[in-house]
């Protein structure tokens, strides 16, 4: 299996590409996708599901075009659907463009499978309402959106975040993990459990 990242848009959001067997999913496309199409197709990779960890803007910029050009279904948390009639969820502030409208389905956490892949989707609210975790343990990797980054966590200060709730989500769902497990955020480089829980200084002593 492969995992590709792709900054995407004016906030260079990482985009990542899990490949296996032939197959892809795409975690985030935040920006115009074009290079994410065009690495699908040099690769003969189909992308089956386009995953959301939440639906700020600068999360899901490429998920119109990215889904009407694969047939690929964009999946996020209906938690953040509110977000959808704000700036946050479309755009429309800080000089940006407000954000065409894309298909959606809901989706809940528990056990599920992508590419052939065992996925656990961890309900990790904090940074938004409807925040998502999807932990690929085959590839030893969590893609965690704005929850946490290397040294430091998302922000709490926008509608549906709050600071208390998003420490117990990566303590729950993400400081559970084995220690090796690689974390890939939404900006930033990658970092990993073992490293967070013990230089992370949002979560000293834990």
């Known amino acids: 299996m492969t995992i590709k990242t792709f900054a995407l848009g004016p906030l260079q959001t990482n985009c990542y590409v899990l490949s296996n067997d032939r197959q892809a999913v795409a975690v985030d496309p935040g920006g115009d996708p074009a290079a994410v199409l065009d690495y699908l197709k040099e690769n003969g990779l189909t992308l089956t599901h386009i995953l959301i960890t939440h639906m700020h803007f600068d999360h899901t910029a490429g998920n119109k075009a990215l889904s009407e050009a694969t047939g690929a279904p964009v999946l996020c948390n209906k938690g953040d659907a509110p977000l959808l009639d704000t700036w946050l969820g479309k755009g429309g502030d800080m000089g940006l463009p407000v954000l065409d409208p894309y298909e959606w389905e809901n989706l809940e956490p528990g056990e599920t499978e992508f590419i052939g892949l065992p996925c656990t989707i961890f309900y990790t609210p904090g940074h938004s309402e409807g925040s998502l975790t999807f932990y690929f343990p085959d590839a030893q990797t969590a893609f ?8 430091s966590i998302g922000r709490t200060d926008f509608p549906g975040g709050n600071l208390d709730i998003l420490k117990n989500s990566v303590q729950t769902h993400i400081f559970t993990l084995p220690e090796d ?7 930033g480089p990658e970092t990993s459990v073992g490293d967070e829980k013990n230089h992370n200084p949002f979560f000293g002593g834990f």
């Open 181 to 187: 497990t690689t974390l890939l955020s939404g900006h």
């Open 144 to 151: 965690v959106g704005d929850l946490i980054f290397y040294r």
